[in-house]
Structures are given as structure tokens and as C-alpha cells.
């Protein structure tokens, strides 16, 4: 590593990013990451752990309500609201160092969607 990679959060998608999550090169220009020799191992210093990708974000939230009927019966109304933000997740950054698109974020993750529940259960 020749340098120290910076945050700088440009996704892909919007208008006028270069969809960098860190950057490549150091302020003159030259590349912070290089290859190791092929058949060596990475020896260099700090790249462990070094890096890592766009914080993951999933928050579920959930709301009940009892209700009493009789003596012994009681209504329980829930809703369940599953990443209920509906915060995008984006995918890993590209960290192979020989490819064009090293260090950006191409996509978004978008398994997670916001699922909303409601249940009504009786108890007696």
C-alpha cells in the first residue's frame, strides 16, 4: 500500500459520482494499492482489515397492543414493520486492483425491501 485510502461515499447512480466508495489514487495521482508479484504473498503493511464496505443497515420494528374482552379473553393487535426506513444497501466495492472499476460500488443491494405485517390474535 503506498498511501492511505479516504472515505469518499460517491455511489454509483446519481448524476455527475464516479460511484467511488474510497479512493485509488493518492493526491498526486499515483495508485495507493498495488498488486503483489504473482506467486508472492501480500506482504504489505495495513491492508488487512483496511478496508470495508458501506455499513449494512436493516431496522425492524414492532408494535402490539392488548386488549382485555372478558375475564379470561384478550385481543393482541401487532404490526411488524421489517427495515421500515427502507434504507438502500450498497454491495461490496470492487477490490480486485487490476480491474477498471477497482474501488466502486456498482450496484445496490435490494433483497431487503420494507415488509410490513399486522396480526390479530386471540387468547382465551
Known amino acids: 500500500m503506498n498511501g492511505k485510502p479516504k472515505i469518499v461515499h460517491q455511489f454509483a447512480g446519481y448524476p455527475g459520482q464516479t460511484g467511488k466508495y474510497f479512493s485509488t489514487t493518492n493526491a498526486d495521482g499515483s495508485p495507493i494499492f498495488t498488486a503483489p508479484a504473482q ?36 385481543m393482541e393487535f401487532t404490526t411488524d414493520a421489517y427495515n421500515f426506513i427502507n434504507h438502500s444497501n450498497w454491495s461490496t466495492p470492487n477490490l480486485n486492483p487490476t480491474s477498471s472499476q477497482f474501488g466502486e460500488v456498482t450496484s445496490k443491494t435490494t433483497t431487503n425491501p420494507r415488509t410490513l405485517q399486522v396480526g390479530l390474535h386471540l387468547t382465551y
Open 39 to 74: 506467486g508472492t504473498f501480500n506482504l504489505q503493511q495495513g491492508v488487512r482489515n483496511s478496508i470495508y464496505q458501506p455499513g449494512y443497515q436493516d431496522w425492524n420494528l414492532s408494535l402490539k397492543k392488548k386488549f382485555a374482552i372478558t375475564e379470561t379473553a384478550n
